[in-house]
């Protein structure tokens, strides 16, 4: 995989600022698990898309996938916050979730694009 190391590195800090945001926006503003995850994640990906374009994309490389990802993952972090708002649990479990699930599905994304039209024998 290209640049696993700084992979990882943009994921850390990616998912620090999702948590810093979301934190910012919950306790401080007032606003509710759903939409303090989606501001949150709408700042770490507009992070990671800028880092990601300096570092890892290639030149003319097709951007569409990252772009429906992004959108997965925007639905998915206002969903996370929805059922933590629902059920009224703890502020961290819906970030919590939703890191983990971030982490799992960028590995999987970056891991298919980097091995696609690679055969394994």
Not at 41 to 65: D, H, K, M, Q, T
Not at 77 to 89: H, V, W
Request: proline residues 2%; hydrophobic residues 55%.
């Amino acid at each position: 995989m290209k640049d696993s190391s700084a992979l990882l590195v943009i994921a850390l800090v990616n998912g620090l600022i999702h948590w810093q945001i979301f934190f910012v926006f919950y306790s401080a503003a007032g606003l509710s698990q759903a939409t303090s995850n989606l501001v949150a994640f709408c700042v770490a990906a507009a992070f990671s898309f800028y880092v990601n374009a300096l570092y890892i994309f290639e030149p003319g490389e097709p951007w569409r996938g990252y772009v429906l990802l992004n959108g997965l993952m925007g639905a998915l972090s206002y969903g996370l916050g929805s059922i933590g708002d629902a059920l009224q649990t703890p502020a961290w479990i819906a970030v919590a979730s939703y890191s983990l699930l971030s982490l799992a599905m960028g590995y999987g994304f970056f891991r298919f694009r980097s091995f696609r039209g690679h055969h394994r024998i």
